[in-house]
């Protein structure tokens, strides 16, 4: 039921501009953890993350995100005690920052509710049409 609600509401989505979701590639499947992760192109957008947030919670939509941590930064990474052969730490992870800047999260519907998902997507869809007014906020 995951699966088939979060495709329901991000094929709908992802057909506004500057929004995409994660891809997998063809030999995997996508795992939901916590919430639906959206990517946004904030500067396509011409938005900040927030004013987006603030708009979508305007309508309803419980939005969110949250920065990854950076596994190569954790303190266990550097401290030898760990390692009977220490970790090569790489200076930064390809991606990371990049996701942390252009996500957002909402929320997995885990029952049917077609009337919920078409409640988000209205909300998107009715941001979207007004984010050149949101621009200047």
Same mark, same amino acid.
Request: include cysteine.
């Given at each position: 039921?995951?699966?088939?609600?979060?495709?329901?509401?991000?094929?709908?989505?992802?057909?506004?501009?500057?929004?995409?979701?994660?891809?997998?590639?063809?030999?995997?499947?996508?795992?939901?953890?916590?919430?639906?992760?959206?990517?946004?192109?904030?500067?396509?957008?011409?938005?900040?993350?927030?004013?987006?947030?603030?708009?979508?919670?305007?309508?309803? $939509?419980?939005?969110? #995100?949250?920065?990854? %941590? !950076?596994?190569?930064?954790?303190?266990?990474?550097?401290?030898? /005690?760990? *390692?009977?052969?220490?970790?090569?730490?790489?200076?930064?992870?390809?991606?990371?920052?990049?996701?942390?800047?252009?996500?957002?999260? $909402?929320?997995?519907? #885990?029952?049917?509710? %077609? !009337?919920?998902?078409?409640?988000?997507?209205?909300?998107?869809? /009715?941001? *979207?049409?007004?984010?050149?007014?949101?621009?200047?906020?």
């Amino acid at each position: 039921m995951v699966a088939k609600n979060i495709k329901a509401m991000n094929s709908r989505l992802t057909q506004l501009p500057g929004i995409t979701e994660p891809r997998c590639r063809r030999d995997q499947v996508r795992a939901y953890y916590h919430a639906n992760m959206l990517m946004m192109d904030f500067a396509k957008l011409g938005l900040s993350r927030q004013v987006l947030l603030n708009a979508l919670k305007a309508e309803g $939509v419980r939005a969110s #995100y949250w920065d990854y %941590p !950076e596994q190569h930064k954790l303190k266990i990474y550097s401290e030898a /005690k760990w *390692w009977h052969h220490p970790p090569t730490i790489p200076a930064q992870m390809p991606g990371n920052a990049w996701v942390n800047a252009n996500h957002l999260f $909402v929320p997995i519907v #885990y029952e049917e509710a %077609p !009337e919920l998902i078409d409640q988000y997507v209205r909300a998107f869809e /009715k941001v *979207w049409a007004h984010r050149g007014e949101l621009a200047g906020a």
